[in-house]
């Protein structure tokens, strides 16, 4: 058993990460008892601040948020905590932290910055001796940029702690929907025998986002919507999807399935390029009823990178040979969804006749991770009432409307970092991306973005507000369906 955390040492306290998720998600750990007894915060930034304030700054942002803050949790939340302002990419910064960890034996550093850092923290780390044999590291992606550069991290990281020791976030593993897939899937008997390529046309995986890039351009532009997006929580879907049923749910029995999956994906040729792939770039235009900046003008100048992503991906192997998986993802679309649908076939041969040809619409799974969160099977019915020449047809969703579990006095939707945290002071890696997993799922994109070069694809303007390029549609046409939206 691995020991639990006694610390955690949050690198990067100051900023937006820290702010936004990491510190309401610890603060509702502890409303709801699940911080350990004795379990230290200790919060590290290069600025040079008091406990006190930094712990006045803390109780400001967690009271400004919907939830509001409760005086007792609040009272014993603030006394968990230390700041210690450091530079902790250098060993004798890395030294001050000791203090305030004197007695711990199992810390967990969650690393909260720039990944251009995470090497030199690791080092000077390991160079000070807060590492010890419990510790834990948990990382933000982006885990490199590539295949040759994730390795180099990975490898590095691996001179200072165990593979069992590293805790790689994808922070939609959080998400509490996400989970619910491998639930859907393996806690119910009758999806299992129909979810092959025998029963399954096609599937759907789409991440959209109404947000643009903004500020955060000096990061995006050197890696677009197929590195930030789809390299890891949409591959991270699409392996929910189709693994295998893993032994349990111990971490190694999940993320051997998932590795499978990536190995099995068809890599990308230069003529797949064209034919299975289309990169686009917002442009001015109108989102949820605002004006939106293109994404030239955010960045201050011509930009190669794609905001908008949609290909087919092909899984070589018996369960799914032949069914098309496609992904799409971009900025500035017309709404925030998230949803995976999977389409099932049509059936062999109609009995109803001519005119309820048009009614007839196979049957499909929609599985809605965002905004709202639904699970909910299109089924086909006899449209109600009298008809000559026939019975009509109408297809109605069968829904588990999970939107009710939200609802109620007290009830919330937890953050994904919460269910994450939890795990990782724990040490349960399950929910947590294996170093090979990184890798497989960077040489498939490489292959991506290989292929996008050697075919010259660059990316087509789409108007901010619109579901990307005209190509988008043309793409899944191609190949005779429809997006579902
Ligand atoms: C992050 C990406 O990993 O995920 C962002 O870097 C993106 O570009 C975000 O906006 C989306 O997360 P969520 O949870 O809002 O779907």
Redesign the pocket.
């Known amino acids: 058993m691995p020991a639990t955390a006694d610390a955690i040492v949050l690198f990067g306290a100051t900023g937006d990460l820290a702010r936004r998720m990491l510190l309401p998600s610890l603060y509702f750990l502890d409303a709801d008892g699940f911080l350990p007894e004795g379990f230290r915060l200790v919060f590290t930034a290069r600025a040079e601040l008091s406990t006190e304030a930094f712990v006045e700054q803390t109780r400001q942002a967690l009271s400004a948020r919907p939830e509001g803050l409760d005086d007792a949790v609040w009272a014993r939340f603030a006394g968990r905590i230390t700041y210690v302002g450091a530079d902790a990419t250098t060993r004798e910064g890395a030294e001050t932290l000791k203090p305030a960890l004197d007695g711990c034996k199992a810390p967990l550093c969650f690393l909260a910055v720039s990944p251009s850092l995470f090497e030199k923290i690791c080092g000077s780390l390991a160079a000070a001796g807060v590492t010890t044999p419990d510790a834990r590291i948990v990382l933000e992606?982006p885990i490199g940029r590539d295949l040759a550069t994730s390795h180099h991290v990975n490898a590095t990281l691996g001179e200072v702690f165990a593979e069992e020791q590293i805790f790689r976030i994808d922070?939609y593993l959080g998400k509490e929907t996400v989970q619910n897939l491998i639930a859907l899937r393996f806690a119910n008997t009758f999806f299992e025998p129909l979810w092959n390529n025998l029963t399954i046309d096609h599937v759907q995986i789409t991440?959209a986002?109404t947000?643009g890039v903004g500020a955060r351009w000096p990061y995006y532009d050197e890696y677009g919507a197929l590195r930030?997006?789809l390299q890891n929580?949409m591959l991270q879907l699409l392996c929910l999807v189709a693994m295998e049923p893993p032994a349990d749910m111990e971490p190694d029995s999940v993320r051997n399935e998932k590795v499978k999956v990536l190995r099995s994906l068809r890599r990308f040729t230069r003529m797949d390029a064209a034919d299975k792939s289309v990169r686009g770039q917002y442009t001015p235009g109108v989102v949820s009823g605002k004006t939106a900046e293109g994404y030239e003008t955010e960045r201050g100048k011509k930009s190669g990178t794609e905001t908008f992503v949609a290909l087919r991906a092909d899984i070589d192997n018996w369960r799914w040979a032949g069914v098309p998986f496609f992904l799409r993802t971009g900025k500035r679309m017309p709404e925030k969804r998230?949803t995976v649908v999977i389409q099932f076939k049509p059936v062999p041969h109609s009995i109803f006749g001519q005119a309820s040809l048009m009614d007839m619409s196979p049957n499909r799974l929609v599985i809605d991770l965002?905004p709202d969160e639904d699970i909910s099977l299109t089924l086909m019915n006899k449209a109600p009432g009298l008809t000559q020449g026939g019975m009509r047809l109408q297809s109605l969703p069968l829904s588990l409307s999970l939107l009710k579990t939200y609802e109620g006095p007290g009830a919330r939707r937890r953050i994904a970092y919460e269910r994450l945290l939890l795990d990782a002071i724990h040490g349960d890696a399950t929910l947590f991306v294996r170093r090979d997993e990184v890798e497989e799922a960077w040489r498939w994109v490489d292959g991506v973005a290989d292929a996008w070069s050697e075919a010259g694809l660059h990316p087509r303007p789409y108007a901010a507000g619109s579901w990307g390029p005209s190509g988008a549609f043309a793409l899944i046409e191609r190949f005779g369906k429809a997006w579902s939206d």
């Open positions: 992606k922070h991440v986002e947000e930030d997006m929580h998230t965002q």
